[in-house]
């Protein structure tokens, strides 16, 4: 049973660059969060998407955006790095009728420079 | 507003001996409660969770926890600790409420603990 994936593992990027990372969720679940963890800290929720739409947003700027294609894949593109935005991004799938109940990926490692 | 509390940044405790690990929530709904374990450099592996009923709940690893309501508490235990077990344990609340859409997950700050032979 594969679990949820994430890619890539590391990134490196300038401040002002745009970033794409892409998860794909563990197999028969329909509904993608993202979360950022900053160092020492828990993680934060940014989005959550089913059904190809974006269903509840955390505090986080527009420059965080996301997509869910139809096979329930996503992507968390993130705009006008930040140094502050370097931080490990988990992706998070569920099942639409239990979306609390969440499983992680192993994360994407992005430093913004 | 929702919160959750983990009260220790950091605990240590020899292998073998009983671990507990507290954390407190404020959530005006019924919360679903979760403790999650972050290896270093890792993602989060899902140890328990608590829905409804038993407010005991067992989990992998040997883990369980206890829903005190009237103390909003959900602390994690283990009788006995192995060295395997140093990582960090995040406690997270979350609620299935469609019309607000609470679908998201708040998590603790993480306890780390660390384990001496």
């Known amino acids: 049973d594969a679990g949820v994936t994430q890619s890539p593992t590391h990134l490196i990027k300038t401040r002002g660059q745009q970033v794409t990372l892409r998860c794909s969720p563990k197999?028969?679940?329909?509904?993608v969060s993202w979360y950022q963890q900053a160092l020492g800290q828990g993680p934060q929720f940014i989005f959550q998407?089913?059904?190809?739409?974006?269903?509840q947003r955390g505090n986080f700027p527009d420059r965080f955006s996301g997509h869910q294609f139809p096979n329930y894949s996503s992507e968390l593109n993130v705009n006008a790095l930040l140094l502050g935005d370097s931080a490990l991004y988990l992706c998070?799938?569920?099942?639409?009728?239990?979306?609390?109940?969440?499983?992680f990926g192993p994360g994407t490692r992005l430093t913004v420079t | 507003a929702q919160s959750v509390t983990q009260p220790d940044i950091h605990i240590t405790v020899s292998e073998g001996a009983s671990l507990e690990l507290r954390c407190n929530y404020s959530?005006?709904?019924?919360?679903?409660l979760f403790w999650y374990v972050q290896s270093p450099g890792q993602g989060l592996q899902l140890l328990l969770k608590?829905?409804?009923?038993?407010?005991l709940v067992q989990g992998i690893k040997g883990f369980e926890a206890e829903f005190k309501r009237s103390q909003s508490s959900f602390n994690l235990r283990k009788p006995s600790v192995h060295w395997s077990d140093a990582a960090e344990y995040f406690c997270?609340?979350?609620?299935?409420?469609?019309?607000?859409?609470?679908?998201?997950?708040?998590f603790g700050k993480g306890t780390k603990l660390s384990v001496k032979p």
């Open positions: 998070a799938s569920s099942l639409e009728d239990r979306f609390v109940e969440q499983y």
């Open positions: 197999s028969g679940h329909d509904t």
């Open positions: 998407y089913y059904e190809e739409e974006e269903r």
């Open positions: 959530y005006g709904a019924t919360p679903y």
């Open positions: 608590y829905f409804s009923g038993d407010t």
């Open positions: 997270a609340v979350g609620a299935e409420d469609y019309g607000g859409s609470q679908g998201n997950l708040i």
